[in-house]
Every structure is written in structure tokens, then in C-alpha cells.
């Protein structure tokens, strides 16, 4: 980085502690967007775009995101210079630690659903979607038998410990949703190293996406390299 060119970073709120660690002590100016946005993709281009020229107006020079794919929603984001970011079709692979070992745990563990600090602390693991959103819609047994049937296919909930937020608690939220969900527990441990990667370098291109300024990033650049 150059001297006097603060780094910009806009990323989802899932990744916030993973990502804040990672650049604690460094000049990166963060911009962080709901999580919400994931249930409504068309809407993330343009929450991003407004979240780069926030962070270019607090004075930042370089630019990445923390953001994957995530349903074509970053499709179509350019920025005028230097863009970084993972070449993750989600934020599971950069919480695991590599897009590489996503697919290394997809193939190993098929059926199974990941658990983070940033997705509990967004109440977004099953139990308590159906806590929150669904049961004060249609009720309570509506609710679990409704994502009893959305989780057929799943055999394991799987807490990715990446040493940060509040890990006892995250495992036994996870160990609470496999109870009541009848599903095999597990645990990974991961880490903020892919974070540091992507705050510091080096992008090498099986893990990222480094574009010039005025590209428009496009779902093809997710599937060149697995």
C-alpha cells in the first residue's frame, strides 16, 4: 500500500469481527453493510456502490470488498481504480479460510450447514429464523415443521471457529440448533488469515480477484479458477 493511501474495505456485517481483527493496527478505513441484503441481491450492487464512494470520501485510495458472489449480487460493481476481493461464491469459503477448502469440505462433508459468529449474531441460523421470523407469521409448529422440511437435506451443522466473537457461545448455539434439528454437530477450526490476506496481500489469483480500474466485475470471474 502506499504511503498516505488508506486502504477502503466495504463487507458484509457477517465477516465485521473476522475482518475487524484483521485490521486492527492498520490504516483501513471499514465499511460494513447488513447482512439482510443477502435476501435481496438486486438490492446489494448499489448498497455497494454507495458503501465504495462512502470510503473514497473519507479519503480511502485503494479498494476491496467483503464480498463473494453471493448470489450474482456483486455483478456489475466497478470501481475507477484498484478492486480486490475473494473469489468465494459466498462468505463461507473466506470463513473456512480458502475458496480451495470450501470445495475440500464440500466434497468431504456434502449436506452440511455452516454456523459463524456473524451468522448467529444476525439470528440468521435456523433456529432463530424460526424464533424471529417465522413463528410470530404462522405459528410455532408451522414454523419448525416449515424448516424441519428446508433442512431435509442437511445432515451436519457445522461451527466454523475462526477465534473470534464469542466462541462458547456461538458452539453452543450451534449444538442447540443440531438438538433440536436432529442434526450431526462439527467443528472446523479456520482462522482470520484469508482477512489478513485480503487486507495485506498477497491476492494471488487462486483466492482473489484483482481488477483495474473501470472493470465491471462479472460471475465468470468466480468460475475461472477452482
Known sequence: MKEGKLLGIVACDVIRKELEAAAANRDVLL???PYSLHSTPSEMGNRIKEGIAAVKAMGAGPLA????LCSN???GVENDGPLVMPRC???IGMLLGSPKRYFEMFRQF???YFLT?????????????VEIKYTPRIGEKK???GMSL???NYKTFCFVNTGVGNLESIKARTKENCRIFGKEYLEVDSGIEYFRALVDGPHGEEEFISLSGGQKIISDYFYNII
Request: glycine share 14%; aromatic share 12%.
Open 65 to 68: 470488498l467483503g464480498y463473494g
Open 117 to 129: 459468529d456473524g451468522w448467529i449474531r444476525n439470528q440468521a441460523d435456523p433456529l432463530s429464523s
Open 89 to 91: 461464491h459466498d462468505c
Open 31 to 33: 465499511h460494513f453493510l
Open 150 to 152: 428446508e433442512l431435509a
Open 143 to 145: 414454523a419448525f415443521r
Open 110 to 112: 456434502p449436506g452440511t
Open 73 to 75: 449480487g456483486v455483478v
